[in-house]
């Protein structure tokens, strides 16, 4: 078990170009969240994935922002059309949740995509 | 909506020294209590939890104490270590694993 990947591990770009980031959760984990961390704050929630299905989405995230997990494995998380205000670190974690129960035993964090917007 | 609220740091302290974070929290109801670490480079461990009131939640010489009436769940440990110089977050949850983390308090550990 390699724990939750995340790549690139850092990402600079210039105003208006767009990025993707991908996250390779634990093998059997079918949940997957991508929190946001500015510098001095806590990660904060965007979205979340139950297998496939996309099952909440913050109001953070607009509509310059897309996630996806196709497969109910791996996902990507692109921004288009990037602003400065987007510089952050990417946060990606897994957990293996049950159907009756809301929360999961074990929730695993990646080690981060950090953007820098120029 | 549900909060959490953490001291600044950095904290600053010395080796074997006594560590106090605190960190408050307003929600209804009784939400679930957790402190993550971020050591540098590294991604946001889970140093310990709380799912109700009056539970101690413990790990690593680390402790807290979910207290309903103070709407609190400080961390302490009794002797640090250069070790333990990190980045601690406070985080709180409503039966889910979606996380509302506090801004968290960088600690420095010197010899």
């Known amino acids: 078990d390699t724990g939750v990947s995340q790549n690139p591990r850092h990402k600079i770009t210039k105003r208006g170009q767009n990025v993707t980031f991908r996250c390779d959760p634990i093998?059997?984990?079918?949940?997957l969240y991508w929190y946001r961390q500015t510098l001095g704050q806590g990660p904060e929630f965007l979205t979340y994935f139950q297998n496939e299905a996309q099952l909440e989405k913050s109001r953070l995230l607009s509509d310059r922002f897309s996630a996806e997990r196709p497969k109910g494995s791996f996902s990507t998380l692109e921004i288009q059309r990037t602003e400065q205000g987007d510089s952050a670190m990417y946060l990606c974690?897994?957990?293996?949740?049950?159907?009756?129960?809301?929360?999961?035993?074990?929730?695993?964090f990646g080690s981060g995509t950090q953007l820098s917007v120029l | 909506g549900d909060s959490v609220t953490q001291m600044e740091g950095p904290v600053t302290l010395s080796e074997e020294a006594f560590l106090t974070i605190n960190c408050t929290y307003t929600a209804t109801g009784y939400p679930s209590l957790f402190w993550y670490v971020q050591y540098p480079g590294e991604g946001l461990q889970l140093l310990l939890k709380a799912t109700k009131a009056d539970d101690k939640g413990s790990n690593k010489g680390f402790e807290a104490t979910y207290r309903k009436e103070t709407t609190s769940f400080h961390l302490e440990k009794g002797s640090v270590q250069v070790s333990d110089s990190a980045v601690y977050f406070c985080a709180l949850s409503r039966n889910t694993d979606k996380l509302i983390f506090g801004t968290g308090t960088r600690l420095q550990v010197f010899p």
């Open positions: 093998s059997e984990h079918n949940r």
């Open positions: 974690a897994s957990s293996l949740g049950f159907r009756d129960r809301g929360r999961s035993e074990k929730l695993l």
